[in-house]
């Protein structure tokens, strides 16, 4: 029989962690800037995604308050381009050129590249039982689940907690929303289904958490953001200019409270599930390491195996997901895989070697390793009301990669 390792072993572990693998803080630049030619791109197809979000955003009722678009290829980004306001109000201060981004849910693959980087140290298994690591994770369709069903949203566990406002209206920490996420039931047996859940999000962090010794906060500085060099980049507005953070539409339940996107405890809560702030230069980073493998600058955050691991559909390595499911919705670790056809489609013109993630306050980020490409469309309206619009936007940008 296998022994696993207790609590105080894995901390003991993870202790480690930093001289084993953290990179030292550098001044990384920048993706090189590049022109349309330069990367192969059609300049008047790209115009006319700007000239769309830019009459999106045109006036004091627009339906989009502000937003940027980013486009890079081989490395190298054009520009970025910002359209309107830095907040929803119809008096709001014009974008600003430095602002920073509520990534929502484009968090994710940011946490579960955390954990990647446990795998990759022999510190985790991504075919252990969940419990190995949480022992409190027990219970009906529980002792199945393996980490790779956190990573790939096949866990059974729900999207939220049933009382995520009323946790959130007491301003609660996260410790409390990892030990009810622990005791959240799983609705299906895992590896039997597919179902979006940032509880599962929440409980990959608690691993990388108990296993490292440190926040997941500190986690993603130390391991991921300052070694790229990405200093306007953090989960959680701890440190970062307030000026500069993008005021967000918020949905009917956080209007007129202090809990909501925009309250100082949301924004400093860095949650795991989607607390991260960022810019469209920085990220397009992010972008540009995992279209190479891992690497950006001659800094390797990921190896070439979980790169690729992450960004291909790991949906077929279990044999009890109904086909129609394992074809039309994939998913890698913690990257999303276009679904193509479906009503989640980032657009129609990515097929489902695309890989990305949304995010609900109005982005949406894909890399299509076919052409080298990827697209940051990064916005502070409410995605829910209007998913077509960053369809409409990815259509027109991927149609302008030659």
């Not at 006036?59 to 359209?83: C, D, E, H, S």
């Not at 030990?179 to 039997?192: I, R």
Request: net charge positive.
């Amino acid at each position: 029989m296998t022994t696993l390792p207790t609590r105080r072993t894995l901390l003991a572990t993870g202790a480690t962690l930093t001289a084993m693998g953290a990179t030292a803080p550098q001044a990384l630049p920048a993706l090189p800037l590049a022109n349309e030619n330069d990367l192969g791109i059609d300049p008047k197809r790209l115009a006319k995604a700007y000239d769309l979000l830019e009459q999106w955003t045109a006036g004091p009722n627009a339906p989009v308050p502000g937003g940027a678009i980013l486009v890079g290829r081989f490395g190298k980004a054009m520009a970025p381009r910002f359209f309107g306001r830095q907040g929803p109000e119809p008096d709001a201060e014009p974008i600003r050129k430095d602002a920073m981004f509520y990534m929502a849910s484009v968090t994710k693959p940011v946490i579960y590249s955390c954990g990647m980087l446990l795998v990759e140290r022999g510190l985790l298994n991504l075919s252990d039982p969940v419990s190995r690591y949480l022992p409190e994770y027990t219970g009906p369709n529980k002792a199945e689940a393996r980490v790779l069903h956190l990573f790939t949203h096949t866990s059974g566990l729900a999207d939220e907690l049933p009382d995520n406002a009323e946790l959130r209206k007491a301003h609660a920490p996260l410790s409390v929303f990892v030990e009810k996420a622990l005791k959240s039931p799983a609705a299906f047996a895992p590896g039997t289904n597919q179902s979006y859940s940032s509880l599962a999000t929440i409980l990959t962090a608690e691993i990388v958490r108990r296993i490292s010794g440190i926040s997941i906060q500190e986690f993603v500085r130390k391991e991921i953001a300052s070694p790229l060099g990405l200093a306007s980049t953090g989960l959680g507005s701890q440190g970062f200019d307030g000026a500069r953070i993008v005021r967000c539409t918020l949905p009917d339940y956080q209007q007129g409270t202090d809990f909501g996107w925009n309250s100082r405890y949301w924004q400093e809560f860095g949650s795991p599930t989607g607390g991260l702030f960022s810019t469209p230069t920085e990220y397009a980073v992010l972008c540009a390491m995992m279209l190479n493998g891992g690497s950006h600058g001659g800094v390797r955050i990921l190896s070439p195996a979980s790169a690729r691991m992450m960004t291909t559909n790991r949906l077929d390595d279990m044999p009890d997901m109904p086909e129609p499911i394992r074809r039309t919705k994939p998913w890698g670790l913690g990257w999303r895989l276009n679904h193509l056809g479906l009503a989640d489609s980032w657009g129609d013109l990515l097929d489902r070697q695309v890989f990305g993630h949304t995010g609900s306050s109005g982005n949406v980020v894909w890399m299509n390793p076919a052409t080298q490409g990827f697209c940051i469309i990064f916005s502070n309206y409410l995605r829910s009301r209007a998913p077509w619009r960053l369809v409409h936007l990815s259509n027109i940008i991927a149609s302008a990669f030659a």
